[in-house]
């Protein structure tokens, strides 16, 4: 059986209140993506935090949890990993 995927984005930082500072201040996938550019130390903040499709299992659970629970197209709350905050925006879901 294929495992389900998602297409998802994020912007990782060091600490929690950077995470809940730039997500107070993201509405709009283009917020998003200037503001992964601009803030987030992972390297897919050159293509605006964008992490294309993925497969369940792929990630770390506490990222992936938050893929498969929030809703489309919205900023999520701060998620913590042991590489730090993320933010994450998810784009589309697939069976």
Same mark, same amino acid.
């Given at each position: 059986?294929?495992?389900?995927?998602?297409?998802?984005?994020?912007?990782?930082?060091?600490?929690?209140?950077?995470?809940?500072?730039?997500?107070?201040?993201?509405?709009?996938?283009?917020?998003?993506?200037?503001?992964?550019?601009?803030? $987030?130390?992972?390297?897919?903040? /050159?293509? !605006?935090?964008? +992490?294309? %499709?993925?497969?369940?299992?792929?990630?770390?659970?506490?990222?992936?949890?938050?893929?498969?629970?929030?809703?489309?197209?919205?900023? $999520?709350?701060?998620?913590?990993? /042991?590489? !730090?905050?993320? +933010?994450? %925006?998810?784009?589309?879901?697939?069976?």
């Amino acid at each position: 059986m294929v495992q389900p995927s998602a297409h998802a984005s994020h912007i990782l930082v060091k600490s929690k209140g950077e995470a809940t500072q730039l997500a107070n201040n993201i509405g709009k996938l283009k917020e998003f993506q200037k503001t992964a550019r601009k803030k $987030s130390s992972c390297p897919s903040s /050159q293509k !605006g935090g964008d +992490l294309g %499709w993925f497969r369940k299992g792929q990630m770390v659970q506490e990222f992936e949890e938050a893929v498969w629970s929030i809703p489309l197209n919205t900023v $999520s709350t701060p998620i913590k990993t /042991q590489f !730090g905050y993320h +933010l994450i %925006w998810v784009h589309e879901r697939g069976e």
